[in-house]
Structure formats: C-alpha cells, structure tokens
C-alpha cells in the first residue's frame, strides 16, 4: 500500500471514528479491506475511487441497518411491500452523496435503531 493511500484512508478512518465513535471499528475495517483489494489506483485516480468505495461501503451499512431495525419491529420474516427495496428506503432518506449524513445515518440507526428519526422516515415511506 503506498503512503499517499495509507494517508487517505487514515484521514478516513479519522473522520468516521470523530462522528461515530469506536462502533465504527467494523465499518473502517471493510473499508481498508476493500480499499487494499482495489487494483489500478494511482495519483490520479485514487481520490475519486476511494471515496465512491466509502459511498458503497456506507450505503450497504445503512441498508444492513435498515433490515436490522425492521426486523426488530416487524419481525425476522417481515416483507417490503411489492415496488419497494432497501435501495428505495436508502434514497428515500439520505442524500446519496453526502458522506457525513450517511454516516449520521448509521450512527442513529445503530445507536437508537427503532428509535430514530430515520426509521420513523422509513416508515413513513412504506406506508405511502
């Protein structure tokens, strides 16, 4: 791993730990882990596909807690209604590209779960 990627990804690691703390540890792990299996990255490049991986890595987090907390209120064998998926609930609720509400994201739903503010949304969102 060159020091340029080992930089970035420790400013990463830095910001994810500042908003959510030391439960982000799992989260920062995959994240290093897919980061270290990214082939081709340079200078250039690097940036930009670092951070569309984050993007990817957070919304599979928050769609992981998405299922998690409809679990918790509905049940393990809960089903979306028909025209809806986690991916739809996701967009619904987030801006897709902004890396620290998606975080915020996680940090509510993991922490408050059925709770939050967000799952209140998403049920908003299902019952429409």
């Known amino acids: 791993m060159s020091d340029a990627l080992l930089n970035y990804l420790v400013e990463i690691a830095s910001h994810i ?3 959510i703390g030391l439960t982000s540890i799992p989260l920062v792990t995959v994240i ?3 980061a270290g299996r ?3 990255l340079n200078e250039e490049n690097m940036a930009d596909r ?3 991986l984050c993007f990817d890595t957070l919304r599979e987090e928050i769609e ?3 299922d998690r907390c409809l679990k918790l209120d509905f049940g393990n064998n809960y089903i ?3 025209e809806k998926t986690l991916q739809d609930i996701l967009f ?3 801006d897709y590209e902004n890396f620290d509400e998606l975080l915020t994201i996680i940090k509510n739903l993991s922490e408050m779960g059925i709770d939050s503010m967000e799952f209140f949304e998403i049920l908003i969102f299902l019952a429409q």
């Open 17 to 19: 730990f500042t908003l």
């Open 38 to 40: 990214l082939r081709g």
């Open 50 to 52: 670092l951070m569309d």
């Open 80 to 82: 979306l209604p028909e």
């Open 92 to 94: 619904y609720i987030s």
């Open 32 to 34: 290093i882990f897919r």
């Open 64 to 66: 992981r807690q998405i």
